[in-house]
């Protein structure tokens, strides 16, 4: 490439496409020493080492020499500091700074939780094809063949990994539940909000036949190996297995989808089956970001994360969009000023500081094709047992074990 079109190198160094135009013609008068390329009679700037040494110069120095009145102090709402600990703030705080995004997970506190139990609800009861009705198909399509890998063992422990409100596992744990193999169902989440809503749902459905544990725990880095062994250590005179579910496309939300599967990898035992379900890639899916519920439009539960943190409507415009390159969906805000966003602790207080043209991640989804989910639990560990797919091709259910030695 000889040259970088305005937008990437404003996106790249977090800047406006109005000042990458301000340093080229600067360049051109003479004013500072980048070397420009010229296409179709416009100016851009050379792809060069030397550029991009000179490009950091001139981001620090528009940094140091704005006016402090420019810059928008925000402090986080008192209710953030209620609903999260201080690890995850700390959290929060790395994310905006190092990668400039709210991780996603933490929209499904408080109101976070309620809004995708609505929004879960709502897709069960739709006619078309979604995540909730077409992963209990898929899971009654393989009925006949989790039939027979478990055959053998007394008791069936359900683990429920991101568990949301645990519709998606209702089937199963009621199969189960008649066969006399339920043993207990997991429910594995970050959030507590999140847990108790499972809980609730899970008494509504079976009353006191089914044992519900809920687990508070970020299962996307934290190894929760000593869960799954409790139950054989308890029950030693019993046959045990551990089917672990990750559904609702949650892998596909994380920064690193290989990270997190590396973590399920390493805290599954050898006889434990992992069922993952997911949306494929499509042309469709690709531009979906509809996630509407009772009347009302939301971005998600993520958008009141912006709120808790401070970010007011007037600091930002949303963007909802497809990177082809990256194969991701994603929403994101662009910040129309400079914010500070000032956190404070028993420890003191720490900064966060977003130039204008910043843009933070509120919520994304990798676009992933079969091969790339066959790919993808292949490299980090999994034996594939069986894949299966809807008459559409546009989800799929896989059934997996740790690789053997």
């Known amino acids: 490439m000889l040259y970088y079109k305005n937008a990437e190198l404003a996106s790249t160094y ?9 340093w080229i013609e600067s360049a051109r008068q ?17 792809n060069t080492s030397g ?12 940094k140091k020499y704005r006016p402090h009145h420019t810059v928008k102090t925000v402090t986080p709402k008192p209710e953030f500091y209620k609903l999260f600990n201080d690890y995850q703030i700390r959290d929060i705080i790395t ?56 055959e053998t063992y007394d008791l069936v422990n359900v683990v429920d990994l991101g568990v949301g409100n645990g519709l998606p596992a209702k089937d199963l744990l009621s199969k189960l539940k008649s066969a006399g193999k339920l ?30 544990e809920p687990h508070e725990l970020d299962f996307s880095r934290d190894y929760f190996g000593d869960i799954l062994a409790q139950h054989h250590i308890e029950k030693p005179d019993k046959k045990l297995c551990n089917i672990v579910l990750f559904f609702g496309g949650t892998a596909q939300n994380f920064r690193s ?16 089956i992992l069922l993952y379900a997911q949306k494929l890639d499509t042309l469709h899916s690709r531009g979906h970001f509809n996630f509407s519920t009772k009347g009302q439009s ?29 194969r991701v969906r994603y929403i994101q805000l662009n910040l129309i000023l400079p914010l500070e966003i000032e956190f404070r602790s028993q420890h003191g ?38 894949t299966t797919q809807t008459r559409s091709q546009e989800y799929m259910l896989t059934v997996s074990q740790v690789k053997h030695s």
Request: hydrophobic fraction near 40%.
């Open 298 to 326: 939301y971005v998600l539960p993520m958008k009141d994360m912006a709120d808790l943190v401070g970010l007011s409507k007037d600091c930002y415009e949303i963007e909802r969009n497809y990177d082809e390159t990256a």
């Open 95 to 150: 994310s905006l700074e190092v990668h400039h995004e709210i991780p996603c997970q933490y929209g499904y506190f408080d109101k976070g939780a309620e809004i995708w139990n609505d929004y879960t609800w709502k897709l069960e009861g739709e006619e078309a094809p979604n995540n909730i009705n077409m992963t209990r198909k898929l899971l009654a399509l393989d009925e006949k063949y989790l039939d027979e890998l478990l």
């Open 30 to 46: 003479g004013k500072n020493d980048l070397t420009l390329h010229e296409h179709a009679g416009r100016h851009y700037v050379s």
């Open 183 to 212: 043993g207990r169902y997991i429910g594995v989440d970050i959030s507590r909000d999140m847990l108790n809503i499972a809980q609730k749902n899970i008494v509504d459905w079976f009353g006191d036949t089914v044992i519900f």
């Open 257 to 272: 989808q290989d990270d997190v599967f590396r973590v399920i990898n390493s805290s599954m035992g050898l006889n434990d």
């Open 14 to 22: 977090h800047v406006s496409v109005r000042t990458v135009r301000n």
């Open 51 to 62: 550029n991009l040494a000179l490009i950091e110069k001139l981001v620090a120095q528009g």
């Open 349 to 386: 207080t720490y900064r966060v500081t977003l130039d204008k043209g910043h843009k933070v991640l509120l919520w994304r989804a990798w676009q992933n094709s079969a091969i790339d989910i066959v790919s993808k639990l292949d490299r980090n560990g999994f034996d594939i047992l069986q």
